[in-house]
């Protein structure tokens, strides 16, 4: 298998783990949750299992991709490390959060399920968000030239990076939503929209990881380019210095 291959096929395997979860999912519903060790593993709407395990992992690896990122040498097309790093810390938040369920603890303490307490929490610690939101600003003002520089040299990897958050958000967030507002009387609805909502979710991870592992290739087989390139150069330099003595 070549090595430009491999992040297709790593993709196209996490895509197959995918569906398997799926299936199994819906095998413990058709036996009525008759087999305790089967639902544990793989129930699709619960927390601690299989599942969860696996977009964890997806986004853990999608993390050290990025961190790898930082060793390579720098060009003129290259972004800065400083990018690469806090890309590194958000995939390894949301990663860890997978597993530790960071946000539905938060939820918990609040008292809210879903965004209903962002505008009461706004208004009683508008002085704390406002300082927040300058220290984002602050951020993307420092990663604005190489967010520029990423997007005008690796234009495909950015887009593939949105497609696969976009469509974890839409499925963590939007289909999620809806699932809030089934009523109990229908439970196959239910548990239709815990399959959409997982599936992609886990989906949306498997592209961003397509996109990290893609441009990680890239940027190691450029920054190969450029160390040959400067050995050319140097072999070139003290082959004429030698000529000219």
Request: proline share 3%; aromatic share 12%.
């Amino acid at each position: 298998m070549k090595i430009s291959q491999l992040p297709s096929r790593i993709f196209f395997t996490a895509l197959s783990c995918e569906l398997i979860l799926v299936v199994l999912y819906w095998v413990d519903i058709a036996t009525n949750y008759s087999f305790q060790l089967l639902h544990g593993l793989f129930d699709l709407d619960g927390e601690g299992n299989i599942p969860a395990w696996f977009s964890s992992c997806q986004l853990f690896a999608v993390a050290i991709s990025y961190f790898s990122c930082v060793r390579r040498k720098g060009s003129e097309i290259r972004p800065s490390r400083v990018l690469f790093i806090v890309a590194g810390i958000a995939a390894l938040y949301v990663s860890s959060d997978e597993t530790a369920q960071i946000h539905e603890r938060v939820h918990a303490l609040i008292g809210a399920r879903y965004i209903d307490w962002i505008p009461p929490f706004i208004v009683q610690n508008f002085f704390f968000v406002m300082v927040f939101t300058a220290i984002l600003v602050s951020i993307g003002q420092m990663l604005a030239k190489d967010l520029l520089r990423l997007w005008v040299h690796h234009r495909r990897f950015v887009l593939l990076t949105l497609l696969g958050a976009a469509i974890g958000l839409t499925g963590g967030m939007v289909v999620e939503t809806i699932g809030y507002h089934i009523p109990p009387t229908h439970p196959i609805l239910y548990r239709l929209e815990v399959t959409v909502e997982e599936f992609m979710e886990m989906f949306g991870a498997s592209v961003i990881l397509l996109a990290a592992l893609q441009l990680r290739r890239r940027l190691a087989n450029q920054s190969g380019a450029t160390v040959r390139q400067r050995r050319v150069q140097s072999v070139a330099s003290a082959a004429k210095y030698q000529a000219v003595s």
